[in-house]
Structure formats: C-alpha cells, structure tokens
C-alpha cells in the first residue's frame, strides 16, 4: 500500500482563458500535517476544491490511498474520508450544534432523529479532540473560533481521515489559533493527515511535517519543513525576498478624530462597546487589539456609520457626525476598509472596473453631468490593479471570481486610493499573501506620512506593532489600555486582551 493518503497527479484547471491548476502534482503522506502555501491566485483553493469534490479537473487523477478515484461530488468526497473546512463557513445559524454536526446523518431510533443519541457523540467527540463546545448552544450565538470547531467536528463526524482548512486561521486571534493548533495535533496523534492552506510562514513552521509552494497554477517548490528556512519558503511563493517594514515617524497634526463615551448597548447585561474614548491625529496611527468578540467590531460600526443604537459622541476634523447617516460622514472625510469584504466591501457580480469606481463616480475627473468618463474610470483601474498586483483576468472580469486574497485587494486599493482624512482599516491585510502585506503596509505608513489618520483593527499583533504608533487594547467592550508602541511587547498585550491587567 502507498504511504501517500492522497496523491493528485498532474492536475490542470482553466476557467476559460485562464489556467488556475497547470500540471499540478500534490502528494501528502498519511498522518502529516501538510502546508499547501503560495501567492494570491495561485491556484491552492481551485487544488482544495478538486480533492473535495467541488471541482472537476480538465485533465489528471486523483489516488487516495495508492487507488484511483474519482471524486465527483463532496459526498464522494466525504464517503471517501475526506472532509472540508471552508474560510466561509456553511452552518446553519438558527440550529444548534448538534444540529449541524450531524446533519444529513443523523442517528434515529424508530425512524425519528435520536437527539439525546446525537449530542452524547457530539460531546465525546468533543472530548477527544480537546474541541470544546456545548452541543446544545445555537450557532448564531457562536464565536467565529467556535463556529470553526463547529466545522472541523461536522467533517469528524462524517468520518474524515484526512481534514482540509482553507486559511482556518485567518479568521482567528492568536489565542484561538492556538487552539485550533492544539486539536490538529491531536488529530494528527490520532493518524489523521491534515492539509493546511495559509500565507503564514510561523505557522507553517510550527506544525508542518511537509509543505508544498504553488505560484501561477504551478508546483515552484516542495520541503520538508524541519529543513525549510522563512526565505527559502517566501523565494519560492514570490521569486524575490521580503522585507517587513516598520513605523519610525512621530509627529502628529490636529486632532482627526474625536470620539468620546461610546457605548453600544446589547441585548444581555454588558453593552458591547462601554464608553470608549479616545482622540486620534493627522499622520498618526492607532491600531484595536483584542480577542474578537470583545467591541472592536460594534465600535467601529458605531464610528463609520453602520450602527445607529450607539452613544456618545464622535468628531470628525471638528464637525460632529455623531448619529449622521453613512454618505455624511464620507463626505465628512472617511474611508473604511470593511473587515468581510464579500458582504459590504464590493458587489460581486459586477466587474472590477466598476468595484474600484465605487465612491469615486462623483468625482469631477470622472464624471461630467451623471455621466462616468469611461476612459478614465478604466485608466484608474488599470492603475490600481497593476499597483496592487491583483490577479485577474480582466477589468471587465466579475470580482466574484477573484481569489480570496484578490478580492481583499480590490478593497484596500480602492480605499487607499480615495483621498481622506482619516482611514478605518479593518483587519486589512487578512487573507494577503506575504508581498502583497509588505506593499500594503508600506502604503499605509506612506499615507500616515502624508498626513492621513488611520484607524487599524486587526488580530495580528505583528501588524500591529509595525504600524501602530499607539495600541488601544479592547476587552469586553472597554478599552482597557491605551499603549505607546515602544511600550508595549507580546506579552503585555497578550494579558491586557485576556482580560489581566499588566503589571
Ligand atoms: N469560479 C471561477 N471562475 C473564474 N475564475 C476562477 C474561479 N475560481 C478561481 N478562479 C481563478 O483561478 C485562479 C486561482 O484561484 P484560487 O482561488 O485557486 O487561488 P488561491 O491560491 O486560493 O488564492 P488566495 O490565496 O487569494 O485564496 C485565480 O486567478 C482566480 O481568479
Ligand atoms: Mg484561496
């Protein structure tokens, strides 16, 4: 018998013009975690969705176990043991948990559904993975960690030797990723094999046995990581070298944003955001930490308009725009990079040219008496595109086709490019691939040098500490510290979040 629990040979994907999947040969042994890494587009999602049954290869096979198989639906899929765990998860929110793990399978006793049955193998489950969660809790009511939990423990359920994740942590703080790596050990210990697609190189250095590089649809390079070095994995993404950049300016202008006393009420005893202040200047950055769930996201709905049960005040450029509706305080001077760029970041079924239009279509150069220059909405396309490095097609190309990371970059080029006083940039560089986050970064610190406040939410501490001239550390709906940069390190930050206070 093979040691390989799956082997794709040669695999080639095109959609249309485009070739996503180029000769592809990807094997991953039995009971490793295997890192599948690569640059934006580069085809590891379409590879995810061909060993899952999502997607048909135009030409290659697929072996599991040294046999050949066709996997042409994810129930072949899953009957064969594999299982998916999506960047997008697929729960049905109004369900419990247990509701969702057992799904379409679930055990009966005399032709109806054996609930008691259901969440006593939930639980156990749970129990011996170390994946922790009430089987009885409803999912809307889930943190994005424990709905992952939720996901892995449905794929489990339905028997998967082999685990799939799809960017799982991107989605996840630091304390929750190390949970997450906490039951994939155990998974592993247990003979499972797991693969892991991430563009994070410490995380693949901490529990990766082997990792595969793709770039442009094809393999660029193969390691075992005991081995691998942080450069030699990034060459083979990207062909060149990285450098990470970092603050060093300092002086500030006029007070951008004011924003005192918000509270943003919620439906339990603890309002979700409880009287936050703070004051933020022309060039200087301020970056939000914390666990998610604790207010960062409601406080930022409440400052950029997408909240109306908050108060408070805020002031932007000294004009109070507090209870304005969203176009206002655009007006006002904002811009806002939005943390789920699929939802409220771009519209999906119209083309690239027109996403990076949005919020420019009013503007003199280009348009003229309701109608857009179509010669210059396209030339800024183009500009953007290229400077962003999106891989696409075409501008005319719909964005929902893009890859995650791709689309990520569609959002941030376009809000950077509009010219404001203050930007709102929510976890901007998550799902990017490593040069695409140094080129991001080192345009936010460009524009912060130009005299543009930025306001960073993000749950990498590393992004934080290279922008960020102050951290304001978020924990149940307080901020409970506001810290110099200099001041701060890892662990301070890391107690503050949990809910210690420093020393
Ligand atoms: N359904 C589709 N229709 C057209 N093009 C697609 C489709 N799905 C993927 N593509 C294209 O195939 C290429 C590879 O995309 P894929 O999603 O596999 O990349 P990826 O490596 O997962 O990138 P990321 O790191 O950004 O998630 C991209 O150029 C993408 O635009
Ligand atoms: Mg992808």
């Known amino acids: ?94 369900l419990t948990v247990w509701e969702n793990v057992v799904f379409g399978s679930e055990p009966r006793k005399g032709g109806i559904i054996d609930a008691r049955k259901a969440i006593e193998v939930v639980s156990s489950l749970g129990e011996q993975y170390g994946l922790n969660v009430d089987p ?17 423990l449905k794929a489990l359920y339905r028997g998967a030797q082999t685990l799939i994740l799809d960017e799982p942590t991107a989605v996840l703080g630091p304390q929750e990723r190390d949970g997450l790596f906490d039951v994939l050990r155990e998974l592993r210990l247990d003979g499972r094999t797991i693969i892991l697609v991430t563009h994070k190189i410490n995380e693949v250095l901490d529990i990766s046995e082997r990792i595969t590089v793709m770039r442009n649809g094809k393999v660029s390079g193969e390691m075992v990581t005991s081995a691998a070095t942080a450069d030699e994995i990034v ?38 955001v409880d009287r936050v202040s703070f004051e933020l200047r022309a060039g200087e950055i301020i970056g939000i930490a914390g666990v ?23 002031e932007l450029a000294g004009a109070d725009i507090t209870g304005k509706p969203v176009r206002e305080r655009r007006e006002a001077g904002l811009t806002y990079i939005p943390e789920d760029r699929a939802a409220t970041g771009t519209a999906i079924a119209a083309s690239a040219q027109d996403n990076l239009l949005m919020g420019f279509h009013t503007r003199r150069d280009f348009s003229r008496h309701g109608l857009i220059n179509s010669k210059a909405a396209l030339h800024h396309a183009k500009a953007l595109i290229a400077r962003f490095g999106v891989k696409i097609a075409s501008e005319e190309t719909p964005v929902g086709t893009l890859s995650g990371g791709n689309l990520q970059k569609i959002v941030v080029a376009r809000e950077i490019a509009k010219e404001s006083l203050l930007l709102v940039a929510e976890q901007p560089t998550r799902g990017v691939d490593v040069g695409a986050i140094e080129y991001i970064h080192s345009r936010l610190l460009e524009e912060s040098d130009r005299g543009r406040a930025i306001l960073l939410v993000s749950s990498e501490l590393s992004e934080l500490f290279a922008l960020s001239d102050r951290i304001l550390v978020m924990y149940e709906g307080k901020a409970v510290a506001q810290i110099d940069r200099q001041e701060a390190d890892e662990a301070i930050l890391g107690s503050l979040m949990a809910g210690k206070v420093a020393a």
Request: aromatic content about 4%; proline content about 3%; charged content about 20%.
């Open 1 to 94: 018998m093979s040691n390989f629990e799956i082997e794709a040979i040669d695999i080639r994907k095109t959609y249309g013009h485009l070739v996503a999947n180029d000769g592809v040969t990807f094997r991953v042994g039995r009971g490793e975690v295997h890192a599948l890494m690569g640059e934006n587009g580069a085809g590891k999602s379409t590879l995810m969705s061909i060993l899952y049954g999502i997607h048909q290869p135009d030409s290659g096979s697929v072996r599991l176990r040294g046999q050949a198989t066709k996997l042409t639906t994810p129930s072949v899929a899953i009957a064969n043991g594999i299982g998916m765990v999506h960047q997008h998860f697929k729960l049905f929110e109004p």
């Open 136 to 152: 009885r809790a409803r999912v809307s009511q889930l943190p994005v960690g424990v709905r992952q939990r939720v996901e892995i």
């Open 235 to 272: 060459s083979a993404m990207t062909g060149r070298s990285v450098r990470t950049v970092s603050r060093t300016k300092q002086a500030f202008g006029e007070v951008v944003l004011k924003v005192k006393g918000i509270t943003v009420p919620s439906h339990g005893t603890k309002p979700l």
């Open 292 to 314: 998610a769930g604790n207010g960062q996201t409601e406080l930022i709905e409440a400052i950029t308009g997408l909240r109306h049960d908050a108060s408070g005040s805020i």
